[in-house]
């Protein structure tokens, strides 16, 4: 299979037409026979899609990290229910608004709030909590990303005003899905939620582990296909790090070329998106958000959770909890923007098509009310 590696736009192409077969052929050259010269083209066509779009803005969003309580069992993540070692910890309301606060007086205008799924968090608690921020703060958009809820529940946080929600859909192969997944879990749900957040009317956030256990060029195919499909306003795609309390330990492949080669693909096929350069990618690579960010990312996550329970919310193994992954670094990170000829932004930076969607939800409300 040839790929004319003389402009995006032919890439761009290419891979918005691509079936499975040609797709992992793909995602299979540039992972295994590319040359350094050939992925730094790749980076460069997706930084140009990047600045057609949003120009060289890098977007912050405050992490706070509620809860590392969690039902479920995925078999990759440290915070999995028979992980009996794993430390639980919850943030009270207080806690949570207070880190919001933090956050607002840095500077940040997105907050994510994440955690494992807490039944603690019932919809009434958590639509007081997110009311109680878009009350305090109007002017700030609120992404959840707390797993898989009823159609109800995620309608309901809505009208109480959050804004976005990520949930990765981790692999769009359902064979992959349940060598990940214990029983009870599935591929089918996963995706019903991500429609139904679509429907509602959120931004909405997907993505996968790259290099996780039993990925193949093939599901890596699926997962293209499956984001081209939902077209979804973000994307987070990080390296799939071991976690020593997990029966996937053995699993790990300590580089972040793969994530990066991704990141620049998946810019390119749907240049609008709003890509994070992850903390995974910074925890297996020292400059690996500054790598991500050059490669086609544009936002950062730095972590506002209070201090003491950064170290207990331990998806995998050493997760990184200082310098790009601290907002008490915002100097350094805003340094280390600059460095690469970006601009650290710090407005809500909502998806660049978003608009006119905004304003028909508002045309709507309005008309209903009268
Ligand atoms: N409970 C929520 C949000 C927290 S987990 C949810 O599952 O959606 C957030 C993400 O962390 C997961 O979607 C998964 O892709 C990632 N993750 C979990 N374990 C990981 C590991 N061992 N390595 C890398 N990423 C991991
Ligand atoms: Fe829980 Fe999310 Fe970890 Fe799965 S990935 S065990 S849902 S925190």
Redesign the pocket.
Known sequence: MMINMNDAGSISELLNKAGKKELSDIIRYFCEKSTAAERLALSQFASEFRNKYYGTRVFFRGLIEFSSY?R?D?F????RRSNLKAKRYRLSDTEIIECCTKGYNMGFRTFVL????DTYFTDTRLCKIVFRIKELYPNCAVTL????RSYNSYKKLFDAGADRY???H?TANEEHYMKLHPKGMSLGNRIRCLYNLKEIGFQVGT???VD?PYQTYETLAEDFIFLRELEPHMI?I??????KD?S?NDFYHPSSTNTLILLSLIRIMLPKTLLPATT?LGTIDNSGQKKGLIAGANVIMPNLSPLKHRSDYL???NKLFTGWEAAECKPEIIRNIESIKLTPDFSRGDYVGLKEKNDCRLILKHLKSK
Do not use: K, V
């Open positions: 969690c479920n995925c990759y993540c440290g915070l994440q955690s494992g799924e990303s707390i797993g898989e990520l949930l990765r981790e993505g996968f582990m996780s987070g990080g390296p799939f790090i071991p976690h997990t996937l995974a998806l995998y193994d």
